[in-house]
């Protein structure tokens, strides 16, 4: 069609256990004229691809979950959503009400990022740690939230959920914050991903079980954004 240059595109799909790793290669981009013409600049090809990427992982990820059940839970907190944003994304607020009830979690790790992570630990009442961690896909402030949630070891690598071995060992959790005046609504939509049939099954059947968890956690934020807000107006 008359562009400019010759290049040449390369896709290779590498085994990971049961993941797929895809390296992209493109040759011959010092053929086109990127003075001439700038829309073929290297960092042009480069952002096109990555999108292009995104793309095919978020397709991937809801053809993997097809039949998969989505558990979705929210609540309107009574703060700002700047505020209930700082509160999910800082260590500083996080150390105060993150985690299960009757088990205190500690902030080891926070890299607010995509590709960045949040490690966790967890103590129970019995004196047991529990890790874990968020990967960061997409961070939009102070609006939306994606990750991937899984039960991992101190050095935060994926393990088993302590109570449950069938557990999928990754869960894509998406965090969304509607501002409605000077309250918020924050809702968590979550899928099982790269899991197997079995899993698929253990993870519908906990939705009343999760349901409970975030009830008794979103108590407490709720307790911990009123704490602040007093502290704000004294």
């Not at 949040?118 to 103590?123: E, P, R, T, V």
Request: net charge neutral; aromatic share 10%.
């Amino acid at each position: 069609r008359g562009n400019p240059g010759i290049s040449f595109v390369t896709f290779e799909l590498i085994p990971e256990g049961q993941k797929t790793k895809l390296k992209l290669t493109h040759t011959g981009l010092e053929t086109f004229d990127g003075k001439k013409h700038p829309e073929y600049a290297r960092k042009n090809f480069a952002m096109g691809w990555t999108q292009l990427g995104t793309a095919l992982e978020q397709f991937l990820e809801k053809t993997n979950a097809a039949g998969n059940e989505e558990f979705s839970i929210s609540r309107i907190f009574d703060a700002p959503r700047e505020l209930v944003w700082k509160a999910l994304t800082e260590p500083t607020h996080l150390d105060h009400w993150w985690g299960p009830k009757g088990m205190p979690t500690r902030v080891a790790k926070l890299e607010l990022r995509p590709g960045g992570t949040f490690l966790y630990c967890m103590k129970t009442p019995d004196g047991k740690e529990w890790w874990g961690k968020w990967v960061y896909r997409e961070i939009v402030a102070p609006e939306k939230m994606v990750s991937v949630v899984s039960f991992t070891d101190e050095k935060g690598n994926p393990t088993r959920h302590p109570l449950s071995p069938t557990w999928p060992l990754e869960v894509l959790s998406t965090a969304t914050l509607s501002a409605q005046g000077n309250k918020t609504m924050l809702t968590v939509r979550s899928v099982a991903i790269n899991a197997t049939a079995e899993e698929l099954k253990t993870f519908a059947d906990g939705f009343k079980n999760m349901e409970q968890g975030f009830t008794g956690t979103w108590n407490q934020l709720a307790e911990y954004l009123a704490s602040v807000g007093k502290e704000s107006k004294a």
